[in-house]
């Protein structure tokens, strides 16, 4: 069964302040997805990493992908208040039921709280 | 306009009874998908019909029964409800969840948050 491990779960950091969030997966794939979640709101896309060594850029939030470690970090720089909110990770693997179809299966999440 | 709508988007019920909370996408996405979020945040996919056929059924109580009359549309139904099927139920569709080529990235709802008393 696979499985998506992110951690730290919960993230309590000062604005200003860099940190880097960690998912590690557990069977082969090259696909990983970052969501947000704002408290009470749905999830919204930030990155899409389809490649081993992908690194992709939004703002403060940098994320890459290393296929061969199984591992995708999500780093934020200067954090600011703004950025609070639950960030998931998410890996694409072949669906258990479904021929030749895929399924997303999440991370538990990492709650960030940016404190002024 | 919004992109994936469910409705209704808080729905409070007593133990035993059937509720059903319906999902219309806006996108021309082929597959569309219920996920459930428990009181820890915790993602857990529930079904997924591509084309109004079912592609998925993750091990959920046969209670829920999904039903996509067209592949716009896809409803969760939910019989005798109990208390742990208190959570927050997202929809979400993707252009595709057979993967050929590009990313699946889903567009998921604002939620359902159900409560069962």
């Given amino acids: 069964e696979l499985k998506v491990e992110q951690n730290p779960l919960f993230l309590s950091m000062q604005e200003g302040k860099n940190y880097t969030i960690y998912c590690n997966y557990s069977t082969t794939s090259d696909r990983l997805y970052w969501y947000r979640q704002d408290p009470g709101k749905s ?3 930030l990155f899409v990493l389809l490649s ?3 690194v992709k850029q939004e703002g403060r939030l940098m994320a890459s992908l290393d296929t061969k470690a199984r591992l995708s970090t999500l780093h934020i720089t200067a954090a600011v208040h703004d950025l609070s909110a639950t960030y998931f990770c ?3 693997i072949p669906s258990y039921s479904g021929a030749g179809s895929y399924q997303l299966t999440f991370g538990k999440g990492t709650k960030l709280s940016v404190i002024p | ?3 994936v709508s469910q409705t209704p988007k808080y729905l409070v019920t007593q133990m035993g009874n059937d509720k059903s ?4 996408q806006n996108l021309g996405h082929d597959t569309m998908y219920w996920y459930k979020q428990d009181s820890k945040k915790f993602l857990k996919i529930m079904f997924s019909y591509n084309n109004k056929e079912l592609i998925i059924n993750e ?3 046969n209670r829920f029964s999904p039903k996509s009359p067209d592949k716009a549309h896809l409803n969760l139904h939910i019989n005798s409800l ?3 099927d208190s959570a927050v139920y997202f929809c979400a569709s993707s252009r595709t969840g057979v993967r050929q080529t ?3 990235v889903l567009t998921f709802g604002a939620g359902s948050r159900l409560t069962v008393l």
């Fill in chain 2, 82 to 84: 109990e208390l742990g």
């Fill in chain 2, 59 to 61: 091990t959920v109580p």
């Fill in chain 2, 1 to 3: 306009d919004t992109a």
């Fill in chain 1, 43 to 45: 999830l919204e896309s």
């Fill in chain 1, 52 to 54: 081993n060594g992908a």
């Fill in chain 2, 21 to 24: 909370i319906k999902c219309e």
């Fill in chain 2, 102 to 104: 590009g990313a699946n």
């Fill in chain 1, 90 to 92: 998410a890996v694409d």
